[in-house]
Every structure is written in structure tokens, then in C-alpha cells.
């Protein structure tokens, strides 16, 4: 029950919401995740911490670049159900 209300409380957020929507088409770089929620970068990082630490989001390091993809199902589902579309990323926000 505590991981489900961790997750509610992650999605609760619009910020976080952009987020998710962002990565529903994939892996990205959190470099092209900053311009494409409209968020500063520390602003745009302590999200994506809240989204781990909830079992939303994984990260790995591929040097200086850290990349996400969305680790939960139940998220996605969640998104659906409210008709949340995915964000799409222009391409010139491409991973570099």
C-alpha cells in the first residue's frame, strides 16, 4: 500500500507529470528532458530524484549523461487512464 501512495504522491505533481509524458516514447537524456519540461535544470533533477526514489523512473550513467526511462507500468497505466498523451521531443532536443 506505501508504494502505491509513494507513486500517487510522485504523479501529483505537473512538473513530474511532463516528465513521465517525456519518456513514455523511451529512454532519454536528462539534458533533453530540461528544455522540454520548460523547468531549470536543479528544478528539473530534484523531480527526477522524487520520480526514483519512487519507483517511477530508473537511471543509469553513460558518462557525464544521465539517462531515464520509466521503470513502472503502473505509472503508464495511470497516465492512460487520465488520457495523458506523451510529449513528443522535437528533434533538434535530440540526445546529443
Do not use: F
Not at 529512454?27 to 517511477?56: F, I, N, Y
Not at 543509469?60 to 521503470?71: A, D, K, L
Amino acid at each position: 500500500m506505501q508504494g502505491k501512495i509513494k507513486l500517487l504522491k510522485a504523479l501529483g505533481d505537473e512538473t513530474r507529470i511532463k516528465i513521465v509524458q517525456c519518456l513514455m516514447d523511451g529512454e532519454r537524456c536528462a539534458c533533453t528532458l530540461v528544455p522540454a519540461v520548460g523547468k531549470a535544470q536543479p528544478t528539473v533533477s530534484q523531480h527526477l530524484r522524487v520520480l526514483e526514489e519512487a519507483g517511477v523512473l530508473e537511471s543509469r550513467r553513460e558518462g557525464v549523461n544521465i539517462w531515464y526511462r520509466i521503470r513502472s507500468p503502473e505509472a503508464i497505466r495511470i497516465l492512460e487512464i487520465l488520457e495523458i498523451p506523451k510529449i513528443e521531443i522535437p528533434t533538434s532536443l535530440e540526445d546529443p
